[in-house]
């Protein structure tokens, strides 16, 4: 499995980016796709994941803010966020887990929120 991720940045508070990854390769069937991201001394946490089922989850400190959408057909998620924060700031990382307990990661994109 391979996972490309785009979009990251820099933008002020307030503001909005997108980050978009698509996966190629043997997509093991059901998965979950999401986002993690990792500040230093901080270890990595889920931002947001959507079940191929269906089911989304997200961290408390996003939800209401980011939206988590994935095309299952295309084997692609994506994930908006708006009212960006100062505390968002960090290494985002694209992932998809399947159920015998693999993680699958791709490259990090960093999001930078001034305030």
């Known amino acids: 499995v391979q996972l490309q991720a785009s979009g990251g940045g820099l933008v002020q508070a307030g503001g909005s980016l997108r980050l978009s990854c698509s996966a190629s390769?043997?997509?093991?069937?059901?998965?979950?796709l999401g986002w993690y991201r990792q500040v230093p001394g901080i270890p990595r946490g889920s931002v947001a994941l959507?079940?191929?089922?269906?089911?989304?989850t997200y961290a408390d400190s996003v939800r209401g803010r980011f939206t988590i959408s994935r095309d299952g057909a295309a084997n692609t998620v994506s994930l908006q966020m708006d009212n960006l924060k100062p505390e968002d700031t960090a290494v985002y990382y694209c992932?998809?887990?399947?159920?015998?307990?693999?993680?699958?990661w791709g490259q990090g994109t960093l999001v930078t929120v001034s305030s």
């Open positions: 992932n998809l887990a399947d159920l015998g307990g693999n993680y699958y």
């Open positions: 959507a079940a191929s089922g269906g089911h989304i």
């Open positions: 390769g043997t997509i093991p069937r059901p998965n979950v």
